[in-house]
């Protein structure tokens, strides 16, 4: 059974950069679709950066610019690099694939928060 497990999150000020990684159990990020999303309190979950298997990326429009993902595949790793950040950014961050949100199977995220 694939897992996956966020880690890299904190505390940080605004302006400040994380970088937070996710690395899957099995190799699995040359293959699928792996996405970044993001949850703060009160609001639902939401797409915030993905990558496909050949590379190509997408970025909601409120952190492009500011965040990048990449991929690791000899790690089985993907990364979400972020920076400039904003209180707004504050949030439960999530890494998943297709096959596993279809499930709802997801991971205990990692906390940012963004504030002084």
């Known amino acids: 059974q694939v897992q996956l497990v966020e880690s890299g999150g904190g505390l940080v000020q605004p302006g400040g950069s994380l970088r937070l990684s996710c690395a899957a159990s099995?190799?699995?990020?040359?293959?699928?679709?792996v996405g970044w999303y993001r949850q703060a309190p009160g609001k639902s979950r939401e797409l915030v950066a993905a990558?496909?298997?050949?590379?190509?990326?997408n970025y909601a429009d409120s952190v492009k610019g500011r965040f990048t993902i990449s991929r690791d595949n000899a790690k089985n790793t993907v990364y979400l690099q972020m920076n400039s950040l904003k209180p707004e950014d504050t949030a439960v961050y999530y890494c998943?694939?297709?096959?596993?949100?279809?499930?709802?199977?997801w991971g205990q995220g990692t906390q940012v928060t963004v504030s002084s």
């Open positions: 099995e190799s699995i990020f040359s293959i699928y679709i």
């Open positions: 998943n694939v297709d096959i596993l949100k279809r499930r709802g199977s």
């Open positions: 990558i496909t298997s050949g590379g190509s990326t």
